[in-house]
């Protein structure tokens, strides 16, 4: 079995070679193949992709190349880890937003707008890539924001699957809160990618009891610090937001926060410096603790099951991916790309039936696919007016006034990136 990991040289990687080394019997792969265009990261990486196999006593072969034709040709899977424009890109998405009030974030906002028209057009172009030399293989996209990538990959025809690694870190400290195992904490998880609620939390598989009242009821000055929100609002919904609902949640408190501190892209760019210069150690042969701060906790365990499930028809028979709706949330378009629990198989993923959303929830879900489906017009044809009528759209922003300030700054900050521009 071979795979492919575009955006091999990102120091999450090592991250997810340790997660192919332990996990091996569920997924058995054979060559695994890191494409970068950097070769100076891929050099580092590389050997210490090889030396925690070789630790781990994994018998898969690491290839390191910048040929991206090369790198897909024969793969069965394709993962996306990219980053177009690198931490400097962005460094400009968390703070030009905040010149308008706005909040400065990497997958939503402004700054998430973007990162998405940046990004759309390349990941098509690798796509169209693994398409012609092996039109079989599966494309796993872990590229922000997920929820456009995957629906820009789905609409152009793509074998093409979403993953992010919220619904896993939540599963494990339900199951953490509950004493068992993560297996047996089944999440009602609902909504778009970075926008999601949990409705229930079951014991033992979909129809099994929820225990969510429960975890609210005796855990859930626990679960609010760990959301930064406050309790009252986590017992007035009755379900558990993902973090990124803060910023909708606490809007104005977020935006004083980040103009207070450095922001997440500079602690990142500083992070990365220090992992580069560990990786460089020819006695490490392990992922390093600071890993750990970078973020993406269990990628790699979520991405291993993902895969086996597509490769293999084994791995977990539920996953939490995004995928197209087609009527699993009636008031969403077909082709809105959702983040639902899905029984995965090799013929692809297949949602399980929802409990109708609240539309407390509903409504801010409409909202935001409706934003996602300019973004991704904007992302596709360019264009000054799509750029403004995506940012109009947007619950963040929403204002004729910050909408014009933003749509010249995004483009001000990113023309180098946009051909339309």
């Not at 340790?18 to 580092?44: H, I, K, M, N, Q």
């Not at 953490?176 to 970075?194: E, S």
Request: glycine residues 10%; hydrophobic residues 40%.
């Amino acid at each position: 079995m071979k795979l492919t990991v575009v955006g091999g040289g990102s120091t999450y990687t090592p991250e997810l070679i340790d997660g192919f080394a332990r996990l091996r019997d569920t997924l058995p792969v054979e060559e695994l193949v890191l494409v970068d265009p950097s070769e100076e990261r891929l050099e580092l990486v590389g050997g210490l992709a090889r030396r925690i196999l070789a630790r781990q006593g994994h018998p898969g072969t690491i290839v390191t190349t910048n040929d991206l034709d090369r790198a897909v040709e024969g793969a069965d899977a394709v993962l996306l880890q990219l980053r177009v424009g690198g931490q400097a890109a962005r460094e400009q998405d968390e703070t030009w937003p905040l010149e308008c009030g706005c909040v400065g974030q990497e997958t939503t906002g402004a700054g998430g707008l973007a990162k998405a028209l940046r990004t759309v057009p390349v990941v098509l172009d690798v796509a169209e890539r693994v398409r012609r030399t092996n039109p079989d293989a599966w494309i796993i996209d872990f590229t922000n924001p997920v929820g456009i990538v995957t629906r820009a990959l789905l609409q152009a025809g793509h074998k093409a699957v979403g993953l992010c690694n919220v619904a896993i870190g939540l599963q494990r400290k339900f199951a953490a809160l509950l004493d068992v195992a993560p297996a047996d904490v089944h999440l009602d998880h609902v909504g778009l990618n970075h926008l999601t609620w949990e409705t229930g939390a079951r014991l033992h598989g979909p129809e099994g009891e929820d225990v969510l009242p429960r975890l609210l009821a005796g855990h859930g000055d626990t679960i609010a610090a760990d959301l930064r929100l406050p309790r009252p609002l986590l017992d007035r919904l009755g379900l558990v937001p993902s973090y990124y609902l803060r910023y909708f949640y606490a809007h104005d408190e977020v935006v004083r926060e980040l103009r207070a501190k450095p922001s997440r892209a500079s602690e990142v760019a500083e992070m990365e410096r220090r992992l580069l210069s560990l990786y460089a150690d020819p006695a490490l042969d392990e992922k390093p603790e600071l890993l750990a701060k970078r973020g993406g906790a269990y990628y790699s365990e979520a991405a291993v099951d993902l895969a086996a499930a597509l490769l293999t028809g084994t791995g977990s028979p539920y996953q939490v991916v995004n995928t197209r709706n087609d009527g699993t949330l009636p008031f969403l378009p077909d082709d809105a790309v959702i983040e639902v629990q899905a029984a995965v198989s090799r013929k692809g993923p297949t949602p399980l039936p929802v409990t109708p959303l609240d539309p407390l929830c509903a409504g801010l879900t409409a909202q935001v696919t409706a934003y996602e489906d300019l973004a991704l017009r904007a992302a596709l044809h360019g264009g000054r007016d799509r750029v403004f009528k995506a940012l109009l759209a947007h619950p963040l922003i929403g204002q004729f006034g910050y909408a014009e300030q933003l749509t010249d700054r995004l483009i001000a900050h990113n023309r180098e990136h946009l051909a339309w521009a």
